[in-house]
């Protein structure tokens, strides 16, 4: 009986003869950088904690009633806000046969991402309290919503005017907003809202370069999943209120010996038994929030150097 349909055809799920290539590079989005640590003020450590004097009182000045008045006294007055360093830090291992057989330098894809992962950590932290040591001040955005410098988005008649509501309530404290950090996606919102003058309010980079301008100040989207979308849409302020005190910058070191155990004392991994590597990330950052008087707002209670306008599904 005469054969049709015999044929030499290709097996997609597993050709021995016609292998599927790889590969040797990586779909992925670039490491996202920390926005606390472009924006905040960096200071220098050489202990694990330190002391940062800031204006706490103001003094006062009087006229003098006539030619024989009496003069008044007046007084000026600091406070320490403590920088107390707490340490960062992550542990990545790899069998060294994985090495071997990887088609591309394993290390080299690995060092961005804990350095991302570290900025987002600081991030979720400084701006919203997420997992914040105890020894560090305040967040960000609780300090702007505890002085009143908050408002829900929608609340004014677009979105150009709630920012415009919140940078007032800031300016009335006696503070400058001189940047913006927002939640991935906004700068879309942003392009489409006009000034009275018909003028855009945002102006994005046209460099290429991530960013753009809010207003004429700075702004910079958040994508390092650091920003808390539940609470905020846009966070402002004087950045330079935000105080990042640097022990130990970021710095890495590989392992060829040593053991991986949990909190029982379990060993998990044995580096030299089990012909492993492991890359150890360490950093050792502070965090403050620095509130000064000022001649507009001397409560430090009703003061903030922030403002934040609140996603709709804020809880504080």
């Given at each position: 009986m005469p054969?049709?349909?015999?044929?030499?055809?290709?097996?997609?799920?597993?050709?021995?003869?016609?292998?599927?290539?790889?590969?040797?590079?990586?779909?992925?989005?670039?490491?996202?950088?920390s926005a606390i640590l472009q924006r905040a003020a960096r200071v220098p450590m050489s202990a694990k904690s330190q002391r940062q004097p800031v204006l706490d009182v103001m003094p006062l000045a009087y006229f003098v009633g006539g030619d024989t008045g009496l003069k008044q006294t007046s007084a000026q007055d600091w406070k320490n806000v403590d920088l107390v360093a707490e340490e960062i830090a992550a542990i990545v291992p790899i069998p060294e046969a994985y090495l071997d057989d990887a088609q591309m330098p394993i290390w080299g894809q690995v060092k961005p991402r804990l350095?991302?992962?570290?900025?987002?950590?600081?991030?979720?932290?400084?701006?919203?309290?997420?997992?914040?040591?105890?020894?560090?001040?305040?967040?960000?955005?609780?300090?702007?919503?505890?002085?009143?410098?908050?408002?829900?988005?929608?609340?004014?008649?677009?979105?150009?005017?709630?920012?415009t509501v919140v940078a007032e309530k800031v300016a009335q404290d006696g503070f400058a907003v001189n940047g913006f950090v927002s939640r991935a996606g906004l700068t879309w919102k942003l392009n489409g809202l006009r000034s009275t003058d018909g003028h855009p309010i945002y102006q994005p980079n046209l460099q290429g370069a991530p960013g753009g301008t809010l207003y004429g100040y700075p702004m910079s989207e958040l994508t390092n999943g650091g920003f808390?979308?539940?609470?905020?849409?846009?966070?402002?302020?004087?950045?330079?209120?935000?105080?990042?005190?640097?022990?130990?910058?970021?710095?890495?070191?590989?392992?060829?010996?040593?053991?991986?155990?949990?909190?029982?004392?379990?060993?998990?991994?044995?580096?030299?038994?089990?012909?492993?590597?492991?890359?150890?990330?360490?950093?050792?950052?502070?965090?403050?929030?620095?509130?000064?008087?000022?001649?507009?707002?001397?409560?430090?209670?009703?003061?903030?150097?922030?403002?934040?306008?609140?996603?709709?599904?804020?809880?504080?």
């Open positions: 054969t049709y349909n015999s044929l030499i055809s290709r097996d997609a799920s597993n050709d021995p003869l016609v292998p599927t290539p790889v590969s040797a590079e990586i779909i992925q989005e670039l490491p996202a950088q350095t991302e992962a570290i900025g987002a950590l600081l991030d979720g932290a400084c701006l919203f309290g997420i997992n914040k040591p105890s020894t560090w001040s305040p967040s960000v955005y609780s300090s702007a919503v505890a002085a009143g410098n908050a408002t829900i988005a929608g609340t004014g008649d677009d979105f150009a005017q709630d920012v808390d979308t539940s609470e905020a849409e846009l966070l402002m302020g004087d950045w330079r209120k935000a105080i990042i005190g640097v022990r130990q910058d970021i710095s890495f070191k590989m392992f060829t010996e040593g053991v991986i155990s949990d909190d029982d004392g379990k060993v998990i991994l044995n580096l030299m038994q089990q012909d492993s590597v492991a890359m150890r990330v360490v950093a050792r950052f502070a965090f403050a929030t620095a509130n000064p008087a000022t001649r507009l707002n001397t409560n430090s209670a009703t003061r903030s150097p922030f403002g934040v306008v609140q996603a709709t599904t804020a809880a504080s």
